[in-house]
């Protein structure tokens, strides 16, 4: 199935074709940096396939996972929203592949012609910077009033939903640490052992190293109202 990019979905199409001819396909193994924070934004990476984790550096040093990106998702723009000057803006996360992953790096240059030969694609900039205030607005929201247990189960939910087109018969396989998780639900690795521990004892997932298999999505679902 091809990949829809909908930031591109204003520019005519001889115009994407020949867009898309520009950019320089990537491959990452599982694990591989597609680029840390600090490094120069000299590129946006539009993910043609695998999922990445976005991760950012704490006050106290620690490395935490902020979110879960997958194909049709655009990588890095937020560093190449400034001005066309020819200062390059540092990124503000590292961004790591989950899984073995290919992406198309369109350089900063090529993207700038774009936003200012199409103004949809500047539009669909806005979009994405108002739907990450909304979400960001949410997750203060859920740290602020919902109960941990509960924080835990919805990103697991969550994850199931972004990893449920490569189901199988014995559930949604998602590739996540518990660090991983405790990141997302912004607790601590001990609290998802427990959570994920409890929603196991009740037949909704199943743990393995590195991963939880999702066996009963909506039965989680149910849980994590």
């Not at 972004?162 to 660090?179: C, K, M, N, R």
């Amino acid at each position: 199935m091809a990949v829809r990019w909908t930031f591109l979905e204003g520019v005519p199409e001889a115009d994407r074709r020949r867009l898309l001819a520009a950019t320089h396909r990537r491959r990452f193994a599982r694990r591989e940096v597609l680029f840390h924070e600090g490094d120069p934004g000299d590129a946006v990476h539009l993910l043609d396939r695998g999922r990445v984790a976005v991760r950012i550096t704490t006050p106290m040093g620690d490395v935490a996972t902020v979110r879960v990106r997958g194909p049709g998702s655009v990588i890095g723009e937020l560093a190449l929203l400034g001005s066309s000057t020819s200062e390059v803006p540092r990124r503000m996360a590292t961004v790591v592949a989950l899984e073995r992953a290919e992406t198309l790096a369109l350089h900063r240059d090529q993207f700038m012609e774009l936003r200012a030969a199409f103004p949809s694609v500047d539009a669909f900039l806005v979009n994405v910077l108002a739907e990450e205030v909304s979400r960001l607005s949410g997750l203060l929201v859920e740290a602020l009033h919902v109960p941990v247990d509960v924080r835990v189960l919805r990103r697991l939910v969550a994850l199931a939903s972004d990893y449920s087109e490569g189901s199988s018969a014995a559930g949604i396989e998602v590739p996540l640490t518990q660090e991983d998780l405790a990141s997302l639900a912004g607790t601590s690795r001990a609290t998802v052992n427990r959570v994920v521990g409890e929603a196991e004892q009740a037949g909704l997932v199943q743990r393995r190293r590195g991963r939880v298999i999702v066996v009963d999505p909506a039965g989680l679902a149910a849980r994590a109202r």
